[in-house]
């Protein structure tokens, strides 16, 4: 897709809601360097054509840009106290020969980060945005655990209007397709697997609380679909009110992904250890 095919899609109002004065300046920008097209919050995410760019080599420019703000974020952790954190963080602190590490679960899974890198379950993670998220929430510098009272729609957070539709489509959309192929109790099992526990409320036909992080629970609710009334099965993802301050939502929208990428993990093969 060259700019101008990608202005089109545009509102071409010059809104400036991207960060760019024009919408073909940012047209330009997406096309030719890279940029996330998901900062027009009027450009359809599913959308294949954006996955169509001009340009050599744009997902190795966006992977060097996240391996670039791993070492940054690497940079904003150095000198922070592990042991004087872990609390807050929900983490347990650890010092051995490579000196001071972290080690908590992230979505059933052990994570050991210290100031050099990450693992989980003992691998360095193939995507680097596992690590930019996993640095950010130890940057944060954690704070109370959640009462897991107060849950919001991302709808309801500051500057959330380009990510809404990321969530629900990479995030949302999946795990309603989820829960239509499988009964609601596979989908619980699933779950509790990975540290959940069903939340009793009318407003769904299941609702589950699972800790992504220590200090970061999402909310999940499912309904099932209703053929006779048009409805297909639905989910939505809430979060409590504070969880900004452990991620940031570029962060946080991803953490949503890689809850859906698990709970599939789970229901697609049952034996499989978490």
Known sequence: MNPYDLFKKTPQSNCGQCGYPACLAFAAAVTKGGEDP???????????????????????LSRRRDLELV?????????????????????????????EALLFSFLGQRVRLDRNGVLID?????????????????HSRGGAAPAQRDWIGLESLPNTISKV????????KPLAALFAAHPPAAVLAAGERLGGRELATGAADLAVIVPVLPRVPLCLHFWAAAPEEGFSAQAKV???RRVLDFLDLETLVFAGERL????????????RAV
């Open 165 to 172: 539709r990321t969530l629900a489509t990479y995030c949302e």
């Open 122 to 138: 003992g691998v360095e993670p193939e995507d680097p945005r596992d690590q930019i998220l996993l640095y950010n929430y130890v």
């Open 38 to 60: 998901g900062k027009c919050p009027f450009l359809d995410p599913a959308d294949p054509d954006l996955a169509r760019r001009e340009g050599p080599g744009l997902e190795q």
């Open 238 to 240: 809430l979060f409590d």
């Open 71 to 99: 070492e940054y974020l690497k940079s904003k952790i150095a000198g922070l106290d592990f042991a004087a954190l872990a609390a807050d963080l929900g983490c347990e602190a650890m010092t051995g020969d490579d000196g």
């Open 260 to 271: 859906a990428d698990r709970l599939a993990l789970l229901l697609e093969q049952p034996g």
